[in-house]
């Protein structure tokens, strides 16, 4: 029993232990539910299991250890022992980009699935939480019916997650509202009866609960990424603008965000958008529209993703005006690798491509990031990969800020100053205080801002720039 709530203890597999069923298996037993998390990475699993979290997310650390320690939270590689200990199955299993087109690779869903199908013998609910093609919970249904065990019960529900990583405890605890849908929504139904006993406690809080049908919940959470990335590619165009005729980006964010109906939240010019979800999320929406004979809906998306793109090539660009057009032998410090700050993840890491690109190009690259070196090194090793800031910036050319971590919006001009070989800085998340950073001798600019380098012959010209602003 559950002393707290006086009711039978929920009995809940997470299967796919990732950023994602990591952080959803640990508050599920935080919530006071028996979890048990299934994974097929030995490495993780022997990780998890001793309380060790393999991937950073401030907060997750302290509850798995909690949970580990007490009994509640276990993990396996066994679909038959998950299958034995729960009745309600997340999957929570990775849905990446294909390496052959837009598509999202949907086998690890479909696998997970059908691996559970093998074992459940009696009354059972998965829930999808994997951001998936609008019509997976349809043909999954149909899947389960054609395959299930005889003599089982199992019905579908899907419930996309919202949760950002860097934050993934409070918005899995508390999240801006529940979203789940059912192909029955009978309020007796398994379905739901069972969900919203899982959510009881969040639900009590006055938490927005929506019940809605299979499709409607797959593509409220497309939808949901879809509209992030935009608003990012909105300022990010803007910058594009001001990057030309002069104006201030954060003025223009600052002032149409104060328009309530529009918001200020997203309106961050910079390096773009980047992680495990916005980019691939998009473009496995257009594939789909695609599929659907509806590719004329989504087109915006493209330029959405083209858009984006774009910002890694004008950090490039710039970075090589600034070192007078040349690249190779430059020494280049990148100050951060991770897609934002406060995660390890480099999945379609801007500041990692920007890091590798100008390595590329012959330059010396030397990458000081918090906590993202070891993943991003795994991905890309010959990068110079330090443990300072100060051992990065050592007697470098150009520095770049393209994640911006709180050690990297701390920094001192002065300090930074005194490693340097050149005082020339790209601010790619415009989080440095220009002015204090001009007064210290830095020739700095960033996203959305007029730059020109001026009095530079081509390819024999020397730092420090001068900046000039158009009439
Ligand atoms: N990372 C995030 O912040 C969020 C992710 N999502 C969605 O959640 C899903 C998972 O994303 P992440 O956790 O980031 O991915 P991830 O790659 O960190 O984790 C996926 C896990 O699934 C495991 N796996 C693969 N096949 C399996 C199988 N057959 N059985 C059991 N485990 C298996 C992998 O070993 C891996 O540990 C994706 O669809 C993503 O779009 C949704 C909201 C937030
Ligand atoms: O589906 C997912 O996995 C998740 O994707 C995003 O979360 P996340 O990828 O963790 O990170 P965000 O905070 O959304 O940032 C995404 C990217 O946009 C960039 N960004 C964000 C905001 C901004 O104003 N400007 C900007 O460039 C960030 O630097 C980062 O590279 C969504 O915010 C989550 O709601 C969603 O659950």
């Keep these: 029993m559950d002393e707290r709530r006086g009711v039978v203890t929920l009995r809940i597999s997470v299967i796919g232990t990732g950023y994602l069923g990591a952080t959803h298996a640990a508050c599920m037993a935080e919530l006071g539910y028996e ?41 396996t590689d066994s679909y038959a022992e998950a299958a034995a200990a729960a009745d309600i199955h997340f999957i929570t299993v990775g849905t990446p980009q294909r390496a052959d087109s837009q598509s999202a690779d949907m086998s690890y869903v479909d696998g997970a699935v059908d691996s559970l199908l093998e074992h459940i013998t009696g009354q059972a609910l998965i829930v999808g939480k994997s951001t998936v093609p609008v019509g997976t919970a349809r043909r999954l249904t149909e899947r389960i019916a054609a ?15 919202f949760l950002r990583e860097g934050f993934a405890v409070k918005d899995t605890l508390t999240p801006d509202r529940l979203v789940y849908g059912l192909s029955d929504t009978e309020p007796h139904g398994f379905g ?58 954060k003025t223009l964010a600052d002032a149409i965000g104060h328009d309530s109906r529009i918001g200020r939240r997203f309106l961050n010019a910079g390096v773009g958008f980047g992680g495990g979800c916005l980019p691939k ?28 793109l774009r910002r890694r090539d004008r950090v490039v660009s710039l970075a090589s ?48 990031d918090p906590q ?57 998340r415009n989080v440095l205080d220009r002015q204090a950073w001009r007064v210290a001798g830095w020739t700095i600019t960033g996203p959305g801002e007029y730059f020109q380098v001026v ?8 730092l420090p720039l001068q900046v000039s602003h158009p009439a």
């Design 35 to 75: 979890v048990i998390g299934l994974d097929v990475d030995a490495s993780k699993l022997t990780a998890l299991a001793a309380g060790i979290l393999p991937f950073h997310e401030p907060g997750l650390p302290e509850l798995l250890r909690k949970h580990v320690a007490s009994g509640r939270l276990r993990f």
């Design 147 to 161: 395959n299930a065990l005889p003599g089982s019960e199992i019905t579908l529900a899907w419930n996309p997650e």
């Design 192 to 249: 739901l009866r069972k969900i919203r006993e899982v959510y009881a406690p969040i639900l009590e809080r006055g938490t927005p609960e929506i019940v809605t049908d299979l499709e409607t919940a797959e593509l409220v959470k497309v939808a949901a990424n879809a509209f992030l990335a935009t608003k990012i590619s909105f300022i990010n165009a803007f910058a594009e603008v001001t990057e030309t005729v002069g104006g201030d980006i």
């Design 281 to 308: 999320d998009i473009r496995a929406l257009q594939a789909r529209v695609s599929e659907l004979g509806l590719s004329h809906t989504m087109g915006f998306l493209a330029e959405v993703d083209q858009i984006n």
């Design 321 to 368: 005006s600034m070192l007078g057009n040349e690249l190779a032998g430059k020494h280049i410090c990148v100050l951060g690798v991770t897609f934002k700050p406060d995660s390890d993840d480099v999945r379609d890491s801007p500041a990692l491509d920007i890091a590798v690109r100008l390595y590329n190009a012959g330059a010396d690259v030397s990458v000081y």
């Design 372 to 428: 993202g070196n070891k993943n991003a090194a795994g991905r890309f090793p010959r990068l110079h990969y330090v443990d300072s800031w100060q051992e990065a910036a050592k007697d470098t050319d150009i520095v770049l800020l393209l994640t911006e971590w709180q050690e990297f919006r701390d920094l001192d001009p002065t300090e930074l100053g005194e490693v340097v070989s050149t005082r020339a800085l790209i601010d790619g």
């Design 455 to 462: 009095n530079l012959a081509p390819g024999t010209a020397q």
